[in-house]
């Protein structure tokens, strides 16, 4: 059994999408200061990194991180190939792209993967068009997931994020495939429980 790790690492500093708070992790206690124990405190968005979205990240009154349903985030996934592209996926590229049929869990892994080593927000990130996303409900499916900050285009972050949260799809964000194969695997992915949160940081690993 091989385990890949998918989570960017949380980090002060680090990468954040345009508009988000900024990440600051450090210290609250520390034994080399003296206290009984180090205790670490940290600051950052729901959406920061490797997260889940919820519902009400862009529908009012919708559910929140903690009503998810678990099942969607655990179990056979396909990372597909759609690096090498310069332009967002759209349906056109969608078709061209190896999606199986029935396949419930879909990970983008695109060249939006190299962007975790700049420490700056890039804007110029490969997303999934709202018709491309419309094609996946269509299919079925219940999970995609996209290897940089946002599954949706920069130009347009709404309307992908609409299609799929009202069709009940978890929207998977911030994965990093650089170290991965395009194919099927095993998702583990578990969002902390933040009660009524719009969102929530994910430890995500594909098991092959």
């Known amino acids: 059994m091989e385990i890949f790790d998918v989570t960017v690492p ?3 500093g680090m990468v954040v999408y345009e508009g988000d708070p900024p990440v600051r992790l450090g210290t609250h206690t520390a034994l ?8 670490s405190k940290v600051e950052f968005g729901v959406h920061t ?18 009503a ?27 078709a061209t792209l ?12 695109t060249d939006n993967s190299q962007l975790w080593d700049l420490d700056r927000y890039d804007d110029g990130y490969i997303g999934l068009t ?15 997931g996209a290897d940089y900050l946002s599954i949706a285009p920069s130009a347009d972050p709404a309307t992908t994020h609409l299609v799929l949260l009202r069709a009940g799809v978890v929207i998977l964000e911030g994965l990093d495939l650089r170290g991965v194969t395009p194919g099927p695997y095993e998702l ?3 969002p902390l429980r ?7 940081p994910a430890r995500a690993v594909l098991v092959r």
């Not at 969607?72 to 996926?89: F, K, S």
Request: hydrophobic share 45%.
């Open 68 to 94: 998810l349903p678990l099942d969607a985030l655990l179990g056979p996934a396909w990372v597909v190939d759609a690096t090498g592209r310069a332009t967002d996926i759209g349906e056109d590229a969608l």
């Open 49 to 66: 990194g490797t997260h889940v979205d919820a519902p009400g990240h862009y529908i009012e009154g919708a559910p929140g991180v903690e």
């Open 98 to 109: 190896d999606l199986p049929a029935g396949a419930q869990r879909i990970l983008f892994k």
């Open 10 to 12: 949380v980090r002060s």
């Open 130 to 144: 709202p018709g491309a996303a419309v094609r996946l409900v269509e299919r079925g499916v219940r999970l995609v």
């Open 32 to 39: 080399a200061a003296g206290d009984s124990c180090t205790v």
């Open 188 to 190: 583990r992915c578990l």
């Open 194 to 200: 933040l009660d009524c949160a719009d969102g929530a």
